[in-house]
């Protein structure tokens, strides 16, 4: 006689009854051996390192924006005690950003298969009746629902907003920012309930050697299937698969944060393969000219005026004029919060604090709220701290690369800051306003 097709999903419930269709909620619903303390164990504790890494680098990008500064820098104006920790974002070292947020994107990317897996380890716990024995049960249930759909929106809000851009209702960073506090706090309370078991379990393995006692072990594991299926693959090979994976999306999209040769490698994001140009000014960029409407003719030489308003007034400068100030050269790399950043370029242009002297603020620069030209998107205007406009190497800079500047990267000038996210290095700027905000 042959197997039944569905072996295990039909379960006779008597003598002479019919047999009838087991249920998710019924334990012998699910049947993969691989199942197991040991398997949820072991990518728990690479979610415990790693989210928590996640966790840290997400609030580090808040803190770049400054939203403390001023209001059209905080994307997330009704944050309340949760911005207890922003701080000024430092100057330097000048790939700080760079790194911070190359690391949050691409580590997000990487563990999308151990979260799926651990998810998927753990499954039929989530399907288990009665939803609630008593109200300590119910709550610690109410903490997994935020726990696992906080994890699924963290991580696929994240996919999506580097993938497509800005596809969500409103801004993606509100939706991500409270959002990731949420999973955070169902994230600590599991993993304090949880990671005294899973390292006990790892290490236990780790002594007694392989899956040696496998089925003695599968009596005392309430993860493991009560009635599994012949193994096809090993526990340990299923968790190769997952870790294959993982490194496989890590080595398609780390290139994009590393940026030269590398990029090439980065063909899972959409700004890695290639450099779109080649020459002076053939490096990524997130929006072009035409995408933020800016018109050649408000940026030609007869029409545009850079204002700059202070202290002391309001002075207009063309950009012959702005030429014969006090040139100078910074190497700086753009870092998105995409997560794709460029090499360092080298950017030409006046010193943001010769222009803060300008207007009354010699020696004593204060912070500077700039505008763009640009019509559409988000960070049209973006502020900056004195810090930030007080360090030598921020420019309004007017060429990369010994050339000029683009269309899309911001011609006729553009900021450009050490250390500071993509999107406070306002293009096509038109106006500068130094005093405190
Ligand atoms: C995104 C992060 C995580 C999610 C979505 C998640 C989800 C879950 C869920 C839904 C369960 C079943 C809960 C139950 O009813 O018992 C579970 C069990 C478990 N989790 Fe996690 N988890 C995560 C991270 C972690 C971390 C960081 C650890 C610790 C290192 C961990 C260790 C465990 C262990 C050992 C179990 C099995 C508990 C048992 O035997 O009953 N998990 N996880």
């Known amino acids: 006689m042959g197997r039944a097709p569905f072996p295990g999903r039909f ?77 000024p974002w430092p100057t330097g070292p000048v790939w700080l950003y760079r790194f911070t947020q190359g690391l949050h994107v691409t580590l997000g990317i990487t563990l999308v298969p151990v979260l799926l897996a651990k998810l998927w380890s753990v499954v039929p716990k989530l399907f288990t009746l009665p939803p609630a024995r008593s109200v300590a049960h119910a709550l610690e249930r109410i903490s997994l ?106 080595l398609t999209t780390v290139g994009q944060s590393l940026g030269g040769p590398f990029r090439r490698t980065a063909l899972l994001a959409p700004h890695g393969g290639a450099d779109p140009a080649g020459g002076p000014n053939g490096f990524q960029i997130n929006k072009t000219a035409a995408y933020a409407g800016i018109d050649a003719a408000e940026t030609g030489e007869e029409a545009w005026r850079l204002v700059v308003t202070g202290r002391t007034g309001t002075v207009r400068l063309s950009r012959a004029q702005l030429l014969r100030l006090p040139l100078h050269s910074s190497s700086l790399p753009i870092a998105c919060v995409e997560g794709w950043s460029t090499a360092d370029q080298w950017w030409r242009g006046v010193r943001l604090r010769d222009l803060a002297a300008l207007v009354g603020y010699e020696g004593d620069p204060p912070d500077v709220f700039v505008e763009s030209l640009q019509r559409h998107g988000a960070f049209r205007r973006a502020a900056l701290r004195a810090n930030q406009v007080a360090d030598p190497r921020s420019l309004l800079a007017l060429y990369v690369n010994g050339e000029e500047l683009s269309p899309d990267h911001g011609h006729p000038a553009r900021v450009i800051v050490p250390a500071a996210p993509g999107v406070l290095n306002t293009k096509w700027v038109a106006r500068l306003t130094f005093g405190d905000l």
Not at 18 to 32: A, E, N, V
Not at 188 to 194: N, S
């Open 11 to 87: 379960a006779a419930y008597g003598r002479g009854m019919p047999d009838l269709p087991r249920l998710p909620t019924s334990p012998g619903f699910w049947r993969s051996p691989l199942r197991g303390r040991w398997f949820t164990s072991v990518l728990g504790l690479v979610l415990l390192g790693g989210i928590t890494v996640l966790f840290v680098t997400g609030l580090v990008s808040y803190a770049a924006y400054n939203p403390n500064l001023h209001p059209v820098n905080d994307t997330t104006p009704d944050k309340g005690i949760l911005g207890f920790y922003l701080f």
């Open 145 to 250: 629902l935020l726990l696992v759909g906080g994890g699924l929106f963290e991580f696929t809000t994240g996919v999506l907003n580097i993938q497509l851009d800005y596809v969500f209702p409103g801004s993606f960073y509100p939706l991500h920012f409270y959002g990731a506090w949420v999973f955070f706090a169902a994230f600590v309370a599991h993993a304090v309930l949880k990671t005294p078991a899973a390292v006990r379990t790892v290490r236990r393995r780790l002594r007694e050697g392989d899956e040696s006692n496998e089925s003695n072990e599968r009596d005392a594991d309430d993860l493991a299937a009560p009635d599994p299926d012949p193994p096809t693959v090993s526990r340990r090979g299923a968790l190769w698969l997952v870790g294959g994976g993982s490194l496989l999306l890590f």
